[in-house]
């Protein structure tokens, strides 16, 4: 007899990451395009040559990153006990799912948004609800609060959106809350914030503390550079962080995550000037693909999108002809997203866009 692994998954595509390709630049993944912070790389080499006998990596770590929480706790502004924090944020969406919903109930978010949402949704089988953006690739709040029904027990909303790039205002969101029933909840989330240059920024932090359906979602991934070591938080009610530690898994943010994330986050001001340069070089990028014909939509991430539709894969493939890797979402709501790297990078895949002749709006 076969072992019955449960149905949902036979049309579940597992999350298909951004590839990377020897000897090519990659643009696929919104990392940061910098050497690691010389605080993060001793603090992680500090952590592994620990030998204190209660302190190194033979131990488990701290299963609540008491000293992470309490520092992202200040620097957020938030009391420690609205802070969680995660094995990525994308850990925390799924684990937000999980405190939620289950068999029957629907998750809501707009269409295209970050890949990872339908996945986990389905994982817990929960149903997902996709609401189209709108013509000019925003989120369709509208749309997202007409889809609301009284099976919904989740809304992610992504701001800037991954990967279109568009960026919600604070007035915008706090009018979508005030027509959300306050039992569904909304997960505003900001993987991208610290690159959100518009003039009325959504501050999820704030409307987490003061709305109890609501969290907020942030990560280490992309403005942080850590990436590669997994760390993203949510702030909530108490009520909301206690759901999400039950469906934790233990352990899951590991001691050397910990550590590099505490240093990155005091190395913030070294940061700032960073993301100033990822902002000006998206000026640029935009500037030059849009002079070239492309239509680009507003963007307050660290990527661009191109909404080339069924062209996306054949415009992917070109660029890797270049040396250059995009990441591709290849359908009729689809198109390309690209990272903005270091100015080299850009560069080469500025010339590799020169170089396409196909559609570009
Ligand atoms: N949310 C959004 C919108 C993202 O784009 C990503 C990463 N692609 C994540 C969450 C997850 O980031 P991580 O798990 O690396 O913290």
Redesign the pocket.
């Known amino acids: 007899m076969a072992v019955r692994i449960r149905t949902v998954l036979s049309t579940l595509p597992s999350y298909a990451p951004g590839r990377t390709v020897p000897g090519a630049i990659k643009l696929a ?2 990392e940061l395009s910098f050497p690691t912070l010389p605080a993060v790389s001793e603090a992680i080499a500090a952590a592994v040559g620990a030998d204190t006998g209660t302190a190194g990596i033979n131990r488990y770590p701290d299963n609540g990153a008491a000293s992470l929480v309490e520092l992202l706790a200040e620097q957020l502004d938030a009391p420690a006990d609205a802070v969680l924090t ?8 799924q684990q937000l799912v999980q405190a939620v919903a289950g068999d029957g109930d629907e998750v809501v978010f707009g269409w295209r ?4 949402y339908p996945i986990v949704t389905q994982i817990t089988g929960a149903r997902p609800v996709l609401v189209p953006n709108t013509a000019d690739h925003r989120l369709d709040l509208a749309a997202l609060a007409a889809a609301v029904t009284d099976a919904t027990r989740l809304m992610f909303v ?1 701001t800037p ?3 279109t790039g568009t960026a919600l205002t604070q007035t915008e969101v706090v009018e979508l809350l005030d027509a959300v029933p306050d039992d569904v909840l909304v997960v505003i ?4 914030r610290e690159f959100d240059r518009s003039t009325d920024p959504v501050d999820g932090v704030k409307l987490a503390l003061s709305r109890p359906n609501v969290v907020a ?6 403005a942080y550079g850590l ?1 590669g070591v ?3 938080y949510a702030v909530s009610t108490p009520e909301t962080i206690s759901a999400l530690r039950k469906v934790a898994i233990p352990f899951a943010l590991s001691s050397i995550g910990q550590v590099a994330a505490i240093a990155a986050l005091k190395a913030r001001d070294e940061l700032v000037p960073r993301w100033e340069q990822v902002v000006s070089e998206r000026s640029r990028v935009v500037a030059a693909l849009t002079a070239g014909g492309y239509e680009i939509p507003p963007t307050e991430a660290n990527f661009v999108w191109l909404p080339l539709r069924e062209d996306a894969k054949a415009f992917a493939e070109h660029c890797e002809t270049h040396k250059v890797v995009v990441r591709a979402f290849p359908d009729a709501a689809g198109g390309v997203r690209v990272t903005i790297g270091s100015p080299e990078e850009n560069d080469a895949f500025l010339a590799a866009a020169a170089a396409w002749t196909g559609r570009r709006s």
Not at 86 to 93: F, I, Q
């Open positions: 993944s919104n995660g094995n990525g944020s994308v850990a925390l969406c948004s970050f890949e990872a992504c959106n991954n990967p989330d900001q993987a991208y979602l942030g990560t280490l991934s992309k990436a997994r760390v993203g």
